[in-house]
């Protein structure tokens, strides 16, 4: 029993390492085709689309609950949007 475990964690190792060695070497080969200044352009709109996403969704959320809280004390809409 203890020898088919054995035998079946190492099989489960061998593929997961496999399969890991696979996918290195495909991104590899795709860092290579692009380019280091297009992979450094992709990975800033990237970071920028990561940090900036978030932001904005917290800012419009905030807006949109402003407005409502607004609207409910009878209070005028500013003509631009900003106070």
Same mark, same amino acid.
């Given at each position: 029993?203890?020898?088919?475990?054995?035998?079946?964690?190492? =099989?489960?190792?061998?593929?997961? =390492?496999?399969?890991?060695?696979?996918?290195?070497?495909?991104?590899?080969?795709?860092?290579?085709?692009?380019?280091?200044?297009?992979?450094?352009?992709?990975?800033?709109?990237?970071?920028?689309?990561?940090?900036?996403?978030?932001?904005?969704?917290?800012?419009?959320?905030?807006?949109?609950? &402003?407005?409502?809280?607004?609207?409910?004390?009878? &209070?005028?809409?500013?003509? =631009?949007?900003?106070?």
């Amino acid at each position: 029993m203890k020898k088919k475990l054995m035998n079946l964690l190492r =099989s489960f190792g061998g593929s997961t =390492s496999t399969y890991a060695h696979r996918v290195g070497d495909r991104t590899s080969a795709l860092a290579r085709s692009v380019g280091p200044k297009r992979g450094g352009f992709a990975l800033g709109a990237l970071a920028a689309a990561m940090w900036g996403g978030p932001r904005l969704f917290r800012y419009l959320r905030e807006h949109r609950a &402003q407005r409502a809280a607004e609207a409910r004390a009878g &209070q005028p809409f500013p003509a =631009s949007g900003h106070a």
